[in-house]
């Protein structure tokens, strides 16, 4: 997607944040008026964030840019480095962005079997002790257990999202183009997707190839 347009965005230290609109069920769905974006930078990163709306839950996608090509790792760090300090970049304001952000797709599968295991959930795995018959209508008298636990899980920006997003009204004319941040995804970035009233991070990820199709 490349757009000129109002975005959530704040600039850090070495990277800016930009947040983006994200659909839990696969579906972009534009705010009344359309959709306000914030972009944050930094020293050595970017970043932009775009609400949905006031659903019950409220779902947005931030991609943390790095301004170096090779700074994702530091950038990383940074944000990691201190319990709290993630949401404190996160978008307040809103600017003017022009935004080139490219199509991508992140798939995950993940068998949390042994995750379970290791956090002391063991019981329902057991062939002996598990006894899950409970959650079938009928009881055939056969040990009842867990052998896998499985994840799946996929990210994916298109132009569906690009469209939904596409609500403020465009820059035309002629003249000086106004002032504004540019969010140039063309090296690493890393993502997230966050539950913005619990604030819980429900997905991250990192994208090592824009130019990869």
Not at 17 to 40: M, N, Q, R, S, T
Not at 56 to 69: G, H, I, K, N, Y
Not at 135 to 154: E, N, Q, S, W
């Amino acid at each position: 997607m490349y757009e000129l347009k109002t975005m959530s965005i704040s600039c850090m230290d070495g990277f800016k944040v930009l947040k983006l609109p994200y659909g839990p069920d696969g579906e972009y769905e534009p705010a009344p008026g359309g959709l306000p974006y914030k972009i944050h930078r930094g020293p050595r990163a970017t970043s932009v964030k775009t609400p949905l709306g006031e659903d019950a839950t409220q779902f947005s996608m931030f991609v943390f840019l790095p301004d170096e090509r090779d700074g994702m790792a530091t950038m990383v760090d940074v944000i990691t480095a201190a319990p709290g300090y993630l949401y404190s970049v996160l978008p307040t304001e809103t600017k003017l962005v022009q935004i080139n952000l490219p199509k991508f797709e992140v798939s995950l599968d993940w068998d949390l079997g042994s995750d379970l295991r290791r956090l002391g959930l063991t019981l329902p795995f057991s062939r002996k002790a598990g006894d899950l018959r409970g959650m079938y209508k009928k009881d055939d008298g056969r040990p009842t257990f867990l052998t896998k636990v499985a994840h799946k899980a996929i990210i994916k920006v298109n132009e569906e999202g690009t469209d939904a997003a596409a609500v403020m009204t465009a820059l035309r004319g002629g003249g000086p183009m106004p002032d504004h941040v540019e969010f140039v995804a063309d090296h690493p970035f890393t993502f997230i997707i966050m539950e913005e009233r619990s604030g819980v991070i429900v997905f991250a990820g990192h994208v090592l190839d824009p130019t990869c199709k």
